[in-house]
């Protein structure tokens, strides 16, 4: 199943020899695909709030910042460990969005005239926390009425800045991209130290699952994005449990977010691979597999009432960087509905495999099946999160 969107192996190759981005996109058929949006004229604001592991975390130096997450030079010299919430942590602060992430929807959302407004945050920290910090900041901004496109974990932060009477009011439009609205499974894989995610930065970091897992297991907004039953202790194999008194406090997070109204949009990827339940079994978790969701999220934790839901074939990562995505968000913005992406739900197929924390060895296949890359081509993708290369388009 192709987890690039069309050009991108392409973009791949060239920056691999030329280490431009910005100026390698501009001379791409990816460019082509943006001519049919309209012309620039100002139209206000939009302001994006990432996902989950979606903005770089910087450690405060005395001339400037050093990125940790995502900089592949600070994680390979062993950095990784900094990123764990323990008392003995640097503090680390949210600077900018990860650059390519979301390289395709600035540009489309620029082209069609809106100031990309990006609102990065800490993922590791709890939601509710999140939540409130983002609150005040739209309480602040000047204007009367805000649009937000939010991706994973930031609508769930939305939903929580709706608590704020003042920030409610302001809202006008909230498009979500792939929101883990009643949770996500794949956290657990991640933790266990078997996720695709993991493995292969473990293999790109030359460190092992285990290490990168213990790191992830402090991260209570990572474990509040899963759903209420994975917070019972119980249920954990001990060796990879988390702390108890994390996974206490996140089983009342997502039940008790406020709901949504006809402000919001939600945008769902489908037909991908996805965990859509969990059970411990022989001491390890088996995980229950269907195309019923994103590859991250499933489509019955998506879905949430009475928010119309547009549906699109492409990968949860990738739905901010699929530029039919970026084209229905311009739509939603402007005239609040778009024909570009399926507003009919797919056909449920069900659970399809299972698989064991013990199955999930050989990452070159795994990775080839989930995303068609082999290992040599996802190295190749390192330069294009390097920190900052795309300053321009994001306006930094």
């Given at each position: 199943m192709p987890f690039l969107f069309p050009g991108l192996k392409e973009l791949v190759t060239q920056t691999a020899a030329r280490n431009n981005v910005l100026e390698i996109f501009l001379e791409s058929p990816l460019r082509r695909r943006l001519e049919n949006v309209p012309a620039p004229g100002f139209r206000g604001p939009v302001f994006l709030v990432p996902g989950?592991?979606?903005?770089?975390?910087?450690?405060?130096?005395?001339?400037?910042h050093h990125v940790i997450w995502f900089n592949p030079a600070a994680l390979d010299q062993g950095e990784i460990g900094h990123l764990a919430l323990r008392p003995s942590s640097p503090e680390l602060e949210p600077r900018a969005p990860i650059p390519f992430a979301y390289l395709i929807l600035s540009v489309w959302l620029k082209l069609a005239g809106y100031r990309v407004e990006f609102l990065p945050f800490d993922w590791r920290r709890d939601i509710n926390q999140l939540?409130?910090?983002?609150?005040?900041?739209?309480?602040?901004?000047?204007?009367?009425?805000?649009d937000l496109v939010t991706h994973s974990m930031g609508s769930l932060l939305v939903r929580a800045a709706l608590r704020n009477p003042g920030v409610n009011r302001k809202i006008r439009r909230v498009i979500m991209l792939g929101p883990p609205?009643?949770?996500?499974?794949?956290?657990?894989?991640?933790?266990?130290?078997?996720?695709?995610?993991?493995?292969?930065l473990a293999n790109l970091l030359a460190e092992s699952p285990?290490?990168?897992?213990a790191v992830l297991r402090t991260f209570p907004g990572l474990i509040q994005m899963m759903p209420p039953e994975m917070h019972d202790p119980a249920i954990w194999?001990?060796?990879?449990?988390?702390?108890?008194?994390?996974?206490?406090?996140?089983?009342?997070?997502?039940?008790?977010?406020?709901?949504?109204?006809?402000?919001?949009?939600i945008i769902s990827g489908m037909q991908q691979e996805t965990i859509v339940g969990v059970r411990r079994v022989d001491g390890e978790f088996e995980y229950d597999l269907s195309p019923d969701g994103d590859g991250q999220v499933p489509l019955d934790s998506v879905e949430l009432e009475p928010a119309p839901v547009f549906y699109v074939r492409e990968n949860h990562p990738l739905l901010a960087a699929n530029p039919e995505v970026a084209g229905a968000v311009v739509d939603l913005l402007q005239d609040g509905a778009t024909t570009r992406l399926e507003s009919r739900p797919p056909t449920r197929r069900g659970i399809t495999q299972t698989v064991r924390d013990s199955g999930l060895?050989?990452?070159?296949?795994?990775?080839?099946?989930?995303?068609?890359?082999?290992?040599?081509?996802?190295?190749?993708?390192?330069?294009?999160?390097?920190p900052s290369p795309l300053a321009a388009v994001f306006g930094r």
């Open positions: 989950i592991f979606g903005s770089e975390l910087a450690r405060r130096r005395l001339l400037g939540g409130a910090e983002l609150a005040g900041k739209l309480e602040t901004a000047p204007q009367s009425q805000i609205n009643r949770g996500a499974f794949i956290p657990a894989q991640a933790i266990r130290g078997t996720s695709i995610f993991v493995r292969l285990g290490a990168i897992a194999p001990a060796e990879t449990r988390p702390d108890p008194e994390i996974l206490n406090r996140a089983k009342e997070v997502l039940p008790n977010l406020p709901g949504i109204d006809d402000r919001f949009v060895t050989n990452l070159e296949s795994d990775l080839r099946e989930a995303t068609g890359l082999t290992l040599q081509q996802a190295r190749n993708l390192l330069p294009l999160w390097t």
